[in-house]
Each structure stands twice: as structure tokens, then as C-alpha cells.
T-cell receptor, first 113, second 112 residues
Framework: DAGITQSPRHKVTETGTPVTLRCHQTENHRYMYWYRQDPGHGLRLIHYSYGVKDTDKGEVSDGYSVSRSKTEDFLLTLESATSSQTSVYFC????????????FGSGTRLTVV | DAKTTQPPSMDCAEGRAANLPCNHSTISGNEYVYWYRQIHSQGPQYIIHGLKNNETNEMASLIITEDRKSSTLILPHATLRDTAVYYCIVGGLGAGSYQLTFGKGTKLSVIP
């Protein structure tokens, strides 16, 4: 979607290696989110950010860390990837707490072998 | 725990109205009803939202019952491109970070 870019789009990595996924926005939105999507589970929130250096955990945060050093970038890091982290990861942005619509990125398909 | 209940799947003939139901019997007074959809392998797309009045935009209409315990998303003239998973979500607005909790949604198949 316009204004939000995820990279890489696809990645295969080995168990135990660190992985960083990037979400970049050009909309200057305050809120950014990382979700994962797995068959049978729908979308589950991993971490979110409500401003530069302000982040908090979602429902499935174990094994993940995030950083937001500037408004436009929200990084998701898997410190030591495991096969259970094989998933499709979506980033989303939202302008403010009074805005109703999230804009989602195109997703990153991560495979941990 | 899911705040909403949706049928897992529905079919609709192309050109007909698609009516997607959602139950949200535990919705609180300040919570909105949101609808998103996800076309295969893409990120979810916002469709519409409402509090208690019926809403309409260029994509769809949202009908919320008077007691707010259920709602229906209406796609007036479904096309093949409307085949997707549709998510009904309830949540509030306010200060601080607000997140949407996605359930499993309804898989809508539009049939030629």
C-alpha cells in the first residue's frame, strides 16, 4: 500500500540466526504495529509503537524485540530464529488514536529452516 | 478471547448482495465495530466502521442492530474481486495505544 513498505518481502534463514524485518512509512504516522499471521490463527499482534522509542508488547511477543529510533522506521528482530517463527509478518500504521483505519503493508514471508 | 463471532465461510453469486453477519454480544458502549478484509496473501484492508448508526461508503454498508449486539456488512453488488476473508472487529478509541484484535473472519467466495 502507498506509504508503507516492508523489507525483505521473502526471507529464508536458519534456526538460531538473528533476523531483522523492517517497516518503513512515509506518512509520518504515530502508531506502528507488527503482526504475524499463521494458518488457523488469524492475525496476532507481536509488538506496537506509539512514538519514537515508545514500544509495548502484544499477545505473542516472546522471542521478538522491536525498535523505533525514528518515526518512519519500525524494526522487528528475532534474536535467535526458531521454526515456530516461520510465518507471514505484517506491519501496520495508524495516524492517531482517534483514527479508525489501519494501513497494512504487503507482508514479509519468513521461513526458518 | 474473541469478542466477535462470524461464520467461517459464505458463498455469494456474482452481482448479488453479500451479507456478512457478525455477533458481538459483549460490546461495550464506547466500542466501535470495524470491518477489514484480506485478499489472498495481501495485507488487510480497512472497509468501514460504525458506533451505533448505520454507515455507508463507496465499498460497503454497515448495519448495526439497535442493541448493538450484532451487525451486518453488506457488499451491494459482489464481484469476483470481493473474494476474501472478512474480519469483524470491535474496539474502542481513546488516548494511548489502541490495537485491533483480529479473529479468524469469514471467508467469502464470490461465485461466477
Amino acid at each position: 500500500d502507498a506509504g508503507i513498505t516492508q523489507s525483505p518481502r521473502h526471507k529464508v534463514t536458519e534456526t538460531g540466526t538473528p533476523v531483522t524485518l523492517r517497516c518503513h512509512q512515509t506518512e509520518n504516522h504515530r502508531y506502528m504495529y507488527w503482526y504475524r499471521q499463521d494458518p488457523g490463527h488469524g492475525l496476532r499482534l507481536i509488538h506496537y509503537s506509539y512514538g519514537v522509542k515508545d514500544t509495548d508488547k502484544g499477545e505473542v511477543s516472546d522471542g521478538y524485540s522491536v525498535s523505533r529510533s525514528k518515526t518512519e522506521d519500525f524494526l522487528l528482530t528475532l534474536e535467535s530464529a526458531t521454526s515456530s517463527q516461520t510465518s507471514v509478518y505484517f506491519c501496520a500504521i495508524r495516524p492517531s488514536e482517534r483514527n479508525y483505519g489501519y494501513t497494512f503493508g504487503s507482508g514479509t514471508r519468513l521461513t526458518v529452516v | 478471547d474473541a469478542k466477535t463471532t462470524q461464520p467461517p465461510s459464505m458463498d455469494c453469486a456474482e452481482g448479488r448482495a453479500a451479507n456478512l453477519p457478525c455477533n458481538h454480544s459483549t460490546i461495550s458502549g464506547n466500542e466501535y465495530v470495524y470491518w477489514y478484509r484480506q485478499i489472498h496473501s495481501q495485507g488487510p484492508q480497512y472497509i468501514i466502521h460504525g458506533l451505533k448508526n448505520n454507515e455507508t461508503n463507496e465499498m460497503a454498508s454497515l448495519i448495526i442492530t439497535e442493541d448493538r449486539k450484532s451487525s451486518t456488512l453488506i457488499l451491494p453488488h459482489a464481484t469476483l474481486r470481493d473474494t476474501a476473508v472478512y474480519y469483524c472487529i470491535v474496539g474502542g478509541l481513546g488516548a494511548g495505544s489502541y490495537q485491533l484484535t483480529f479473529g479468524k473472519g469469514t471467508k467469502l467466495s464470490v461465485i461466477p
